[in-house]
T-cell receptor, first 114, second 115 residues
């Protein structure tokens, strides 16, 4: 069965540190890729998305992600985190030959210490 | 409305009871999705509507779960004979699918607790 893996379940960083969250998926066909964020007490919000074209995509709040097809990966990065980035981050995949459902990873909880 | 809304925000029920959860998608969005999120997990797909019809219901765990979208807008997720294992946050999302792009916008969820 297809799956999405987020290997880091909990990450603790100090402000200004660099961030990289891993995401790998198990499906070999064409995919759309997403990162969603859930801030404390808020609902899921889209951070960034990849549909096609340039594999390096930029999202809101200084986040970016790189799609590496050969590695089935879509890692999320931010050069310098802020306390306000404390949240849970979810990677999601949509198979293009299937319905529009999203398959989510289990999430990574990020705590940024001031 | 401005975003996806879900009611109620919290629902506490007893084992064996019937519950209905409502989702109001973004106006004009033709696609509507239901997901379930258990503690410590990512959202898990339940069902997807394109207009009034269920285009993919492969995620519904069993026949106690049913969803409708009779007029192609508001949707109701119905759970019969609730069990303690049904306790979770039920999320609704919608998308326009404009250009074939599947950007889903999520609601705040309904937290269901089955005692």
């Amino acid at each position: 069965a297809q799956s999405v893996s987020q290997h880091n379940h909990h990450v603790i960083l100090s402000e200004a540190a660099s961030l990289e969250l891993g995401c790998n998926y198990s499906y070999g066909g064409t995919v759309n890729l997403f990162w969603y964020v859930q801030y404390p007490g808020q609902h899921l919000q889209l951070l960034l998305k990849y549909f096609s074209g340039d594999p390096l995509v930029k999202g809101i709040k200084g986040f970016e992600a790189e799609f590496i097809k050969s590695k089935f990966s879509f890692n999320l990065r931010k050069p310098s985190v802020q306390w306000s980035d404390t949240a849970e981050y979810f990677c999601a995949v949509n198979r293009m030959d299937s319905s529009y459902k999203l398959i989510f990873g289990s999430g990574t909880r990020l705590l940024v210490r001031p | 409305g401005a975003g996806v809304s879900q009611t109620p925000s919290n629902k506490v029920t007893e084992k064996g009871k019937y519950v209905e959860l409502r989702c109001d998608p973004i106006s004009g969005h033709t696609a509507l999705y239901w997901y379930r999120q258990s503690l410590g997990q990512g959202p898990e797909f339940l069902i997807y509507f394109q207009g009034t019809g269920a285009a993919d219901d492969s995620g519904l765990p069993n026949d106690r779960f049913f969803a409708v979208r009779p007029e192609g807008s508001v949707s109701t997720l119905k759970i019969q004979r609730t069990e303690r294992g049904d306790s979770a946050v039920y999320l609704c999302a919608s998308s326009s699918l404009a250009g074939g792009y599947n950007e889903q916008f999520f609601g705040p969820g309904t937290r269901l607790t089955v005692l």
